[in-house]
């Protein structure tokens, strides 16, 4: 069975521009989150989505946003890039929204903002 | 207050003891706890999951937990120079909240 994957894993962009992050979570499973590690820092949510809805947000700014697609895959985009949104970025999938087992997260993408 | 706190620096056991590992949180109704282990520069891994009153073991690790002090730990035993990793505690909240929390983690140095 395929884990979760994240593409690409890594991104250098430029402050001010536009980020765009992608997510496959694992066959059958609805639900997609997001998280933000960015270095020293544990793991802050940023996004869940179930059933190409968005369930949850975290506390961040609406520059963050993204979206879920029919077949469940997810994308986050960052706009306006801000040197402190370089991180990894982590995505996890699980069965769904009453789901109470733990997720399974994908390998990351590392965004670098020069 | 932090909804999962992870307070200790980190912990260096000798190789072959026990590293414990503190957790506590701050919804009462919290339904599911868990512990990730991760490698640096890696993703977290699921290691441990506990959903009731006790401990639970699975090989040279036991997740404990304890609803009424909400309070979450984790025991390596025989401890090994491959279990050098941050340890992460994670709860998922109440019921309608399913998002998984993190803890900051806690290092693990284990000293061959």
């Known amino acids: 069975e395929a884990g979760v994957t994240q593409s690409p894993t890594h991104l250098i962009k430029t402050r001010g521009q536009q980020a765009t992050l992608r997510c496959s979570p694992i066959s059958g499973h609805t639900s997609v989150y997001w998280y933000q590690q960015a270095l020293g820092l544990g793991l802050q949510f940023l996004l869940w989505?179930?059933?190409?809805?968005?369930?949850n947000r975290g506390n961040f700014p609406p520059r963050f946003s993204g979206r879920q697609f029919p077949n469940y895959s997810s994308e986050l985009n960052v706009n306006a890039l801000e040197l402190e949104d370089s991180a990894l970025y982590l995505c996890?999938?699980?069965?769904?929204?009453?789901?109470?087992?733990?997720?399974?997260f994908g390998s990351g993408t590392r965004l670098t903002v020069v | 207050q932090k909804e999962v706190e992870q307070n200790s620096g980190p912990l260096s056991v000798p190789e072959g003891a026990i590293a414990s590992l503190n957790c506590t949180y701050s919804d009462r109704v919290s339904q599911s706890f868990f512990w990730y282990r991760q490698y640096s520069g890696k993703s977290p891994e699921l290691i441990m999951s506990?959903?009731?009153?006790g401990d639970k073991e699975d090989g040279r690790f036991t997740a404990q937990l304890n609803k009424a002090s909400q309070y979450v730990s984790l025991l390596i035993r025989d401890s090994q120079p491959s279990d050098s990793a941050t340890y992460l505690c994670a709860v998922i909240g109440g019921f309608g909240n399913n998002r998984l929390a993190f803890g900051k983690g806690n290092q693990v140095v284990v000293i061959p």
């Open positions: 989505y179930d059933e190409g809805e968005e369930r």
């Open positions: 996890a999938s699980s069965l769904g929204a009453r789901t109470n087992y733990g997720y399974t």
């Open positions: 506990i959903y009731s009153n």
